[in-house]
Structure formats: structure tokens, C-alpha cells
């Protein structure tokens, strides 16, 4: 069979199944096949499925170790835990009180409901968080804005 042929028949079956898969799941199924088809399998299924040959192989060899070692249950999570970006109230702890002093001289409430809204822009707070020492987007304003009860 040409190499193109195994390429296109590993694409059928990875598009039927890609929707009900998560992450660990494809690399799971990825390294199962490059498995299955032995020599230059690794890079057919690496071709078919645009996925890295590292991110295969380093599978394939925790496949090796939990087959040696059955004592090793298979992890739920799917990544390490704590990983990802913090948040900016995270990183500049400070920030949610400094905004507050700024919007408050501008903020506007109806007494009847719990909405409160501000008259500056979040482009004008984001220069004036920038300029005091607090670099942050206007976007990121805008959602620490809707997470003190400020309607956008």
C-alpha cells in the first residue's frame, strides 16, 4: 500500500472519531496507531492528522512504561495542574482597588437597581492604570469592571 493511501485512510478514521475525543483521547489514539502500523508509523499518523511526532512519541512511550508497570493508573487530568496564565487580580493584586478610586468620582447608580455604571471609557482607565504603574487592556478593564457589578 503507498504511503499516500495509508495517509488518506488514517484521515478517514481520525475524522470520524475527532468530535467525540478530548485531548488525552487523540494523543492516546495517535500513539495506538502509530503502534499498530509499526515502521513509519510514527510519521504517517504525524502527516494525516497535522500532530507533532514529539507529542506522539512521547506517548507511545508512556504507553511502554504502563505496559511494563500496570500499577500506574492512567491520569485524569489532562494537564499538570496550575498551569495557564494567572489572572491580573492574581499577578497586581492591587489593581481592583486603584480602578474603584478611579471610576468612583464618575460612577452613576439608579437607587432601584444594582446596576452601576461609570461615564470614563475602558480605553481612558486602561492609560490611567497604565500610567499609574499598572499596565492592563482596555479589554481586561472592561471585565474587571463586569465582576464588581459595572454594566458595559
Not at 508497570?69 to 492591587?94: F, M, Q, W
Not at 474603584?100 to 482607565?125: F, Y
Given at each position: 500500500?503507498?504511503?499516500?493511501?495509508?495517509?488518506?485512510?488514517?484521515?478517514?478514521?481520525?475524522?470520524?472519531?475527532?468530535?467525540?475525543?478530548?485531548?488525552?483521547?487523540?494523543?492516546?489514539?495517535?500513539?495506538?496507531?502509530?503502534?499498530?502500523?509499526?515502521?513509519?508509523?510514527?510519521?504517517?499518523?504525524?502527516?494525516?492528522?497535522?500532530?507533532?511526532?514529539?507529542?506522539?512519541?512521547?506517548?507511545?512511550?508512556?504507553?511502554?512504561?504502563?505496559?511494563?508497570?500496570?500499577?500506574?493508573?492512567?491520569?485524569?487530568?489532562?494537564?499538570?495542574?496550575?498551569?495557564?496564565?494567572?489572572?491580573?487580580?492574581?499577578?497586581?493584586?492591587?489593581?481592583?482597588?486603584?480602578?474603584?478610586?478611579?471610576?468612583?468620582?464618575?460612577?452613576?447608580?439608579?437607587?432601584?437597581?444594582?446596576?452601576?455604571?461609570?461615564?470614563?471609557?475602558?480605553?481612558?482607565?486602561?492609560?490611567?492604570?497604565?500610567?499609574k504603574g499598572h499596565p492592563i487592556s482596555p479589554r481586561t478593564v472592561g471585565r474587571l469592571l463586569g465582576a464588581n457589578g459595572y454594566s458595559l
Amino acid at each position: 500500500m503507498l504511503k499516500s493511501d495509508v495517509i488518506k485512510q488514517i484521515t478517514v478514521k481520525y475524522s470520524a472519531l475527532v468530535d467525540l475525543m478530548d485531548e488525552r483521547l487523540r494523543r492516546q489514539w495517535a500513539a495506538a496507531e502509530a503502534q499498530a502500523y509499526g515502521w513509519g508509523g510514527l510519521q504517517a499518523i504525524s502527516a494525516a492528522i497535522s500532530m507533532s511526532p514529539n507529542t506522539i512519541r512521547n506517548r507511545l512511550r508512556e504507553l511502554d512504561i504502563r505496559e511494563k508497570n500496570t500499577n500506574n493508573p492512567i491520569p485524569i487530568r489532562l494537564r499538570k495542574e496550575g498551569g495557564g496564565r494567572k489572572s491580573c487580580t492574581a499577578n497586581d493584586p492591587g489593581i481592583t482597588a486603584i480602578l474603584e478610586q478611579l471610576i468612583e468620582p464618575m460612577t452613576r447608580r439608579d437607587p432601584m437597581s444594582p446596576l452601576r455604571w461609570t461615564c470614563l471609557s475602558t480605553n481612558n482607565l486602561d492609560s490611567a492604570l497604565t500610567k499609574k504603574g499598572h499596565p492592563i487592556s482596555p479589554r481586561t478593564v472592561g471585565r474587571l469592571l463586569g465582576a464588581n457589578g459595572y454594566s458595559l
